[in-house]
C-alpha cells in the first residue's frame, strides 16, 4: 500500500467512524400525522440562482403533462414550469409584478391558467405559454369599487360551468362572480360581523368532493376559518382553524391542504407551517406544526412545532401525492417537495 | 478493499451532507396565560403537541438547559416578579428558542386612571384597560394594549385612600420592528393639594436607554422607585416615549410610539 493512499483512506475511515454514530442516532426528518407524513426535500428546485431567480413564490399548480408551474412575483419570470423532479423545463413571465394567485383550469380539454396580479389589480387568463387570453378589470358592476386600487385580488376559482370566482383577498374581501366570458354576475362575503363576511379572502376554490352538492371554500385567513358557499354565493358553513393563518383550500382526493402562512400565536416570525383536513374538515394532519387535538368538535389552537417552513404561502398536490410547498417572504427561497412516508 | 474503504468513507460524507440542511430547529413552546399580574397565584401553561420533543424550564432566571425540570402540567407561580424560561428539546432537532415572561403581583387598589387619549388605532377595551389586571401578551393588536404616537403622556392615577406608595410599576411592550420603543424617561409626582391651588411634587424619576437596537419582541415591566414616606392618593406619571428612533431603523429620527397595558402602584 502506498503511504499516501493509505493516509487518504485512513482519513475517510476516521471520519466515517466519528460521525456514523451521529447518522446512526439521527431519523430523516418526518413532518406530519395519521396517514399524511411527508419526508421533507428542500432542495428540490434544480433552478439556477442567477439565470431564474424567484421573489416570493406564491403558488403552484400541476398541469396535464404532470409539470409543476411556479408563480412569483419576481418579473424576471413570472412563472417557472418543473418537472417533478425538480428540473427546470421552461420560463415565462415579465408582466405580473403583483402575481400572487395562480388557478389552472381544464377548459374542454386545454389548461388555461387565472393569474391574480396585487398590483395591477387584474385578473388576468392566459394559455400554459403565457399568451393572454382575457384581462378582467376591478368590477365597477358591484358598485362596491370606486377606483381599481381598492380592488387587490389574490385568487381564482373556476366553476365547471367555466364561472370565475375572484377573491379580493388584500382589497375588500368580497368573492366575485363573473360568467366564462368576464361578466360580473354576484358578489358576496366582503367584511362585517356575520357569519358568511370575510376577514382577509385570500384564497377560494371549488370543492366538488360531493358531486351532488358542489360549492366554493373561501379563506377567511385573519379569522383563522374556511367558510363554505353554494355556487350563488350563500353562506352554508364555517371551518374554524384556530392559530392557523390558512392560505388557499387545495382539494386533492378526499383530502383539503393549505399552506398556513403563521401561527396566530407567533405572528410575523417565520411561524408557518401546513395543514390537511380529512372530507370530515377534520384537521389529521399538521406539517411542522403542533400534532391536530379537539375539544369536541372545535380543533385546539394550532401552532408550529418545527421550523421547517418560513411563510408557507400554497401547496400543490401532485399526481402521486407529492406535496410542493411555495413560500412568501422566505429569503427568495425556491419551493420544497414533500414525499409520502408509506 | 482500497477502494471499498474510500468508497464507504465518501457514502457517509454524501449521507451527513445531504443532512445537514435539513436539521431542523425546534420552534418555541407555546405559552398560555391570561395575564402576566396575578392576585395571589399565577397558573401557567406550556404547550408543545410535536412527539419526541421535551419542554425544559427554569424560574431562576437562567437559560433553561436539558438538566433543568421537564414541563409536565401547569405552572404555578406565587412570588412577584418571577421569570419563567422554556426551551424545547428533541432529538435530532436543534433546541428552540427560549420564551420567557414575567409575572408580577397586582399593587395597591387603583379607583380611576385618568389618561391622554390613545391614537384611535390602539384604544385597548376602554377606561380601565391600565387598570384591568390584564397583560403581557405581545401581540400589540390584542385589546389589552394602548398605543401612543405622542412627545408625552399624562396619567393621574387616583387611589381608594391616602397611602405610603415605594414603587411605581408600568407594564409595557417592545417591538422596534413595529416602531414601538420604551419610553425614555418617566417622572412620577404626587398631587398635594392647597387651600387655593394644587402643586405637583415630584417622588421619582426613570432615565431609560430607549434608543438601544433590539429585535427581540417582549414586554417589559418598568420599575419607577419613589420617595415612600409621603401618603397620598393621587399620583401624575409624565411618560416621554423615545423621541427620536436612531439611525439604522427605518423610521429614524421620528417619534417611537409608547404601547402600555398596565400600571400598578406598590
Given at each position: 500500500m502506498h503511504r499516501r493512499n493509505f493516509i487518504k483512506n485512513t482519513a475517510l475511515g476516521m471520519a466515517g467512524a466519528l460521525y456514523i454514530p451521529e447518522i446512526m442516532a439521527k431519523t430523516d426528518t418526518i413532518l406530519g400525522h395519521n396517514n399524511k407524513r411527508y419526508r421533507i426535500n428542500t432542495r428540490w428546485s434544480q433552478a439556477d440562482v442567477a439565470r431564474n431567480p424567484v421573489n416570493d413564490c406564491h403558488e403552484m399548480v400541476q398541469d396535464q403533462k404532470g409539470r409543476i408551474l411556479l408563480l412569483t412575483n419576481e418579473t424576471k419570470n413570472n412563472v417557472l414550469i418543473y418537472d417533478k423532479n425538480g428540473k427546470l423545463l421552461d420560463a415565462w413571465g415579465t408582466e405580473y409584478p403583483g402575481a400572487h394567485g395562480l388557478t389552472l383550469f381544464n377548459e374542454n380539454g386545454t389548461d388555461v391558467l387565472f393569474i391574480c396580479d396585487n398590483n395591477r389589480h387584474q385578473v388576468i387568463k392566459t394559455t400554459l405559454?403565457?399568451?393572454?387570453?382575457m384581462t378582467m378589470d376591478y368590477p365597477k358592476e358591484s358598485e362596491k369599487y370606486d377606483k381599481a386600487e381598492d380592488y387587490v385580488p389574490t385568487e381564482t376559482a373556476i366553476a365547471p360551468n367555466g364561472d370565475i370566482y375572484v377573491a379580493d383577498g388584500y382589497g375588500k374581501d368580497y368573492i366575485i362572480q363573473y360568467d366564462a366570458h368576464g361578466r360580473y354576475i354576484r358578489h358576496f362575503g366582503g367584511r362585517g360581523d356575520e357569519a358568511g363576511n370575510l376577514l382577509n379572502a385570500h384564497g377560494v376554490c371549488m370543492d366538488l368532493r360531493d358531486q351532488t352538492k358542489p360549492s366554493l371554500i373561501a379563506t377567511s385567513r385573519q379569522e383563522n376559518a374556511f367558510k363554505r358557499y353554494d355556487l350563488a354565493g350563500n353562506y352554508l358553513e364555517t371551518i374554524v382553524l384556530p392559530g392557523a393563518w390558512v392560505c388557499r383550500p387545495v382539494i386533492r382526493g378526499d383530502y383539503l391542504y393549505a399552506a398556513v402562512l403563521q401561527s396566530n400565536s407567533r405572528q410575523w416570525t417565520e411561524s408557518g407551517f401546513v395543514t390537511i383536513l380529512d372530507k370530515n374538515n377534520k384537521v389529521v394532519s399538521n406539517l411542522a406544526g403542533s400534532e391536530p387535538t379537539y375539544t369536541g368538535d372545535t380543533p385546539d389552537e394550532m401552532y408550529q412545532t418545527i421550523k421547517a417552513f418560513q411563510y408557507p404561502h400554497d401547496v400543490c398536490v401532485d399526481d402521486e401525492e407529492n406535496l410542493y410547498v411555495a413560500q412568501w417572504n422566505s429569503g427568495k427561497t425556491y419551493p420544497f417537495k414533500l414525499e409520502p412516508v408509506v | 478493499m482500497k477502494q471499498a474503504g474510500l468508497c464507504c468513507g465518501l457514502v457517509v460524507f454524501g449521507l451527513l451532507f445531504a443532512k445537514a440542511q435539513d436539521t431542523f430547529q425546534l420552534a418555541p413552546p407555546f405559552m398560555k396565560y391570561p395575564s402576566v399580574f396575578f392576585e395571589k397565584k399565577a397558573s401557567v401553561h406550556l404547550k408543545f403537541a410535536q412527539s419526541g420533543t421535551r419542554i425544559h424550564y427554569t424560574l431562576n432566571g437562567l437559560e433553561p438547559s436539558e438538566n433543568d425540570p421537564v414541563y409536565r402540567r401547569p405552572i404555578v407561580l406565587k412570588k412577584t416578579a418571577t421569570t419563567l424560561k422554556a426551551k424545547v428539546f428533541g432529538d435530532g432537532f436543534l433546541p428552540s428558542e427560549t420564551v420567557e415572561a414575567t409575572f408580577y403581583k397586582r399593587g395597591l387598589p387603583i379607583e380611576q386612571v385618568i389618561h391622554d387619549q390613545p391614537h384611535d388605532r390602539y384604544r385597548g377595551s376602554g377606561y380601565a384597560t391600565l387598570t384591568d389586571g390584564l397583560g403581557g401578551i405581545t401581540n400589540h393588536g390584542h385589546p389589552t394594549w394602548l398605543g401612543f404616537q405622542q412627545e408625552k403622556v399624562t396619567i393621574e392615577v387616583r387611589l381608594k385612600k391616602p397611602q405610603k406608595i415605594r414603587q411605581l410599576l408600568l407594564h409595557v411592550l417592545k417591538n422596534q420592528g413595529a416602531w414601538i420603543f420604551l419610553p425614555q424617561r418617566i417622572e412620577v409626582f404626587y398631587l398635594y393639594q392647597l387651600p387655593e391651588t394644587t402643586a405637583y411634587v415630584w417622588m421619582g424619576t426613570k432615565v431609560l436607554d430607549a434608543s438601544k437596537m433590539d429585535d427581540k419582541v417582549a414586554c417589559q415591566a418598568i420599575l419607577v422607585p419613589l420617595d415612600g414616606e409621603i401618603k397620598t392618593d393621587r399620583l401624575v406619571v409624565k411618560i416621554y416615549p423615545l423621541a427620536q428612533i436612531p439611525e439604522g431603523h427605518p423610521g429614524k429620527g421620528s417619534l417611537g410610539w409608547l404601547f402600555l397595558d398596565e400600571i400598578n402602584v406598590y
Open positions: 405559454d403565457g399568451k393572454v387570453l | -
